[in-house]
């Protein structure tokens, strides 16, 4: 059981906007920890897409963005692309677990 | 480019110790602000982080793992290490090394290594 909730799968048409959730506490994103999100495709390790809350790394495209309220986080991806296709994890620090902690992981399916 | 690369052994024995190394180039291992972590991936399952470790040896382990984890590092050969000691099934899984930015206890990991399978099996 993960500290951090995800919805365990979303899909999406081609296009379209599709949003992943990221719900955690008072002890993590309540707390005002950075949220980050990480991509990761079939075989291969993850990549980070989002650091602190709403940041992209260069080389994302701003079809990726990031945002936190309260104890949740939201990972939203628009124009959707097949390349997408992947699972994509929410990750934060803890401070009762002493170190960071990740979501569950939401597989996202282009259809 | 900054690269990682783990190297292990694939099989390891119950209740022996699992033991990767984790290969920097590309950049140094002793630059401020960087710590170097381990993340672990159960076949089909989430993420866990390990623990981490800064280029002087401080390290900082998952309180579910600390009673059996040890890292290190070794400046001269730019590279870090993970040793994981009596393992059972529920420690296969694929382990990457990472560089945790803004580390120990927050931050992100920003460059990954492709991943080391190790499969605890008799």
């Known amino acids: 059981q993960s500290v951090l909730t995800q919805p365990p799968s979303v899909s999406g048409a081609p296009g379209q906007r599709v949003t992943i959730s990221c719900t955690g506490s008072?002890?993590?994103?309540?707390?005002?920890?950075?949220v980050q999100w990480y991509q990761q495709l079939p075989g291969t390790a993850p990549k980070i897409l989002i650091y602190?809350?709403?940041n992209r790394p260069s080389g994302v495209p701003d079809r990726f963005s990031g945002s936190k309220s309260g104890t949740s986080a939201s990972l939203a991806i628009t124009g959707l692309q097949a390349e997408d296709e992947a699972d994509y994890y929410c990750?934060?620090?803890?401070?009762?677990?002493?170190?960071?902690?990740f979501g569950g992981g939401t597989r996202l399916t282009v259809l | 480019q900054l690269q990682l690369q783990e190297s292990g052994p694939g099989l390891v024995k119950p209740s022996e110790t699992l033991s990767l190394t984790c290969a920097v180039s590309?950049?140094?291992?002793?630059?401020?602000?960087?710590?170097w972590g381990w993340i672990r991936q159960p076949p089909g399952k989430g993420l866990e982080w390990i623990g981490t470790?800064?280029?002087?040896?401080?390290?900082y382990y998952s309180p579910t793992l600390r009673t059996r984890v040890t890292m290190s590092v070794d400046t001269s050969r730019n590279q870090f290490s993970l040793r994981l000691r009596s393992v059972t099934a529920a420690d296969t899984a694929l382990y990457f090394c990472?560089?945790?930015?803004?580390?120990?206890?927050?931050?992100?990991?920003?460059?990954w290594g492709q991943g080391n399978l190790v499969t605890v099996s008799s």
């Open positions: 990472a560089r945790h930015l803004d580390g120990p206890y927050g931050g992100f990991f920003n460059y």
């Open positions: 590309g950049g140094s291992i002793t630059t401020n602000n960087y710590y």
């Open positions: 470790i800064f280029y002087s040896g401080t390290t």
């Open positions: 008072s002890s993590n994103i309540g707390a005002g920890y950075d």
């Open positions: 602190a809350d709403d």
């Open positions: 990750q934060a620090q803890d401070s009762s677990r002493g170190g960071p902690i």
